[in-house]
Structures are given as structure tokens and as C-alpha cells.
């Protein structure tokens, strides 16, 4: 009888510590990520401030195109990779919120 608690005993301790192995896993991986996701949206943010200022007198369209080049050269120099689906959602983002601080 001893011999069987103390086997079920160890087997719910080794269920518990992957559980929290697992868990603290998760955690670190989603710090990581939510962490690069940051570094990316400072970086847009950025680029979107720089190129408002140094290309004044260009259109929507050709302070998109120099957005882009900016953005993606800063993102590929620290490794952070990133989708266009992604890029065009932060620069849009970026913008929004950068027109919005411009009208108060």
C-alpha cells in the first residue's frame, strides 16, 4: 500500500512539474513575441513620424512607398521579421493615431 501512494504520489508530482514547465514555456514565449511586437510598432511608429517630416511635399501613396523602404530596412537590422499584411496594418495604424495627435 505505502509502495502504491508513493507511486501515485510521484506520478502526480511529474504531471504537476510539466504542467508548470508548460506553462512557464507559454509564458516566456508570448513575453518574447509581445516583446518583438513592440519593437516592431516603435519602429513604424518611427518611420511613419520621420517620413510625415522629411517628405512634406510627397503624396499618400509615395510616403507609403518610403515608409516601407525605412521601416523594412530598420526591421531586417535587428532581425525582426515581419509579414506586408502586418507592415501595411501598423503603418495604417501608425498614421491614424499620428493625423488623430495632429487634430487635437
Do not use: C, H, P
Not at 4 to 14: A, G, R
Not at 39 to 63: M, P, S, T
Not at 89 to 102: C, D, Q, R, T, Y
Request: aromatic share 10%.
Amino acid at each position: 500500500m505505502d509502495t502504491l501512494i508513493k507511486d501515485i504520489f510521484e506520478n502526480l508530482l511529474l504531471i504537476v512539474t510539466v504542467l508548470v514547465a508548460t506553462g512557464a514555456s507559454y509564458i516566456i514565449k508570448r513575453n518574447i513575441d509581445l516583446s518583438k511586437f513592440r519593437d516592431k510598432k516603435e519602429l513604424v511608429e518611427i518611420g511613419v513620424r520621420f517620413v510625415e517630416q522629411a517628405f512634406k511635399d510627397y503624396g499618400g501613396e509615395q510616403k507609403y512607398e518610403e515608409a516601407i523602404k525605412w521601416i523594412t530596412t530598420e526591421l531586417n537590422k535587428k532581425g525582426l521579421k515581419y509579414t506586408d499584411v502586418e507592415l501595411k496594418g501598423l503603418i495604417e495604424k501608425s498614421v491614424l493615431e499620428f493625423k488623430n495627435a495632429l487634430s487635437k
